[in-house]
């Protein structure tokens, strides 16, 4: 298993560079047992958030968690930064916020299709899936806006990954179009739209039954000196 100490100097992207073919395949560390864990915690948010409980059944539920969180606390890693590669060379950050798939915080995102990125920019438009629970909720049955914005950076930077002009971004600047569900499938698209040198332009939608919900327009920066 690969970590990377917290505090590192070095991008996730320039670990999994360095460390090249010795990344784990994702069927080492993506077991069964560890997508159930995840899962439960989700669930568990999710109930907290909800939950009818009186004040001594709260004080159950926090004690049996305090259990379980000191047996988890036993063996810790030394980073948060939790990496794997694929069989076609995709490197995968399972633990990011944004949709780590080992990281119970994040929402889970299903990607329609992720291939490695091609050795020069070419226009991709990446399509990718999502359901909100009410833990992610704002207004009454809205997802909170901090968190549509959080979607779309994590897909538009996917895109431009995708596309194969991977970057920081420097700026989002996302615009509301109507409340966007909790509670209710999404579709967020988004898609590398200019490069020009280390400058990347990409842009990307989150629809909710067909309608756009909120659009995005990033500028990131790439690698380089």
Same mark, same amino acid.
């Given at each position: 298993?690969?970590?990377?100490?917290?505090?590192?100097?070095?991008?996730?992207?320039?670990? =999994?560079?360095?460390?090249?073919? !010795?990344?784990?395949?994702?069927? *080492?560390?993506? %077991?069964?047992?560890?997508?159930?864990?995840?899962?439960? =915690?989700?669930?568990?948010?999710?109930?907290?958030?909800?939950?009818?409980?009186?004040?001594?059944?709260?004080?159950?539920?926090?004690?049996?968690?305090?259990?379980?969180?000191?047996?988890?606390?036993?063996?810790?890693?030394?980073?948060?930064?939790?990496?794997?590669?694929?069989?076609?060379?995709?490197?995968?950050?399972?633990?990011? *916020?944004? !949709?780590?798939?080992?990281?119970?915080?994040?929402?889970?995102?299903?990607?329609?299709?992720?291939?490695?990125?091609?050795?020069?920019? !070419?226009?991709?438009?990446?399509?990718?899936?999502?359901?909100?629970?009410?833990?992610?909720?704002?207004?009454?049955?809205?997802?909170?806006?901090?968190?549509?914005?959080?979607?779309?950076? &994590?897909?538009?930077?996917?895109?431009?990954?995708?596309?194969? =002009?991977?970057?920081?971004?420097?700026?989002?600047?996302?615009?509301?179009?109507?409340?966007?569900?909790? !509670?209710?499938?999404?579709?967020?698209?988004?898609?590398?739209?200019?490069?020009?040198?280390?400058?990347?332009? *990409?842009?990307?939608?989150?629809?909710?039954? %067909? &309608?756009? %919900? *909120?659009?995005?327009?990033?500028?990131?920066?790439?690698?380089?000196?």
């Amino acid at each position: 298993m690969t970590t990377v100490p917290d505090g590192s100097p070095m991008s996730a992207a320039q670990v =999994a560079e360095m460390l090249g073919d !010795s990344l784990p395949r994702p069927d *080492a560390v993506v %077991t069964p047992a560890a997508l159930d864990l995840v899962r439960a =915690a989700r669930d568990l948010v999710a109930a907290v958030v909800l939950t009818g409980a009186d004040d001594g059944e709260r004080a159950e539920a926090a004690r049996a968690l305090d259990t379980v969180t000191a047996q988890l606390r036993r063996r810790q890693r030394p980073g948060a930064v939790l990496l794997v590669r694929h069989g076609d060379g995709r490197v995968e950050h399972l633990t990011q *916020a944004g !949709s780590g798939r080992l990281n119970p915080q994040a929402p889970e995102i299903v990607f329609d299709a992720l291939v490695p990125p091609p050795d020069e920019p !070419s226009p991709v438009e990446l399509v990718a899936r999502c359901t909100l629970s009410p833990a992610f909720g704002g207004p009454p049955g809205r997802v909170h806006g901090g968190q549509v914005a959080a979607l779309l950076d &994590e897909v538009v930077g996917f895109a431009a990954f995708a596309a194969g =002009a991977p970057g920081v971004t420097v700026s989002l600047t996302v615009r509301y179009h109507r409340p966007t569900p909790h !509670s209710t499938p999404l579709e967020v698209r988004a898609r590398l739209d200019r490069v020009d040198g280390r400058k990347r332009w *990409a842009s990307g939608e989150v629809l909710a039954a %067909t &309608e756009v %919900t *909120a659009s995005a327009e990033a500028f990131l920066l790439g690698a380089g000196g």
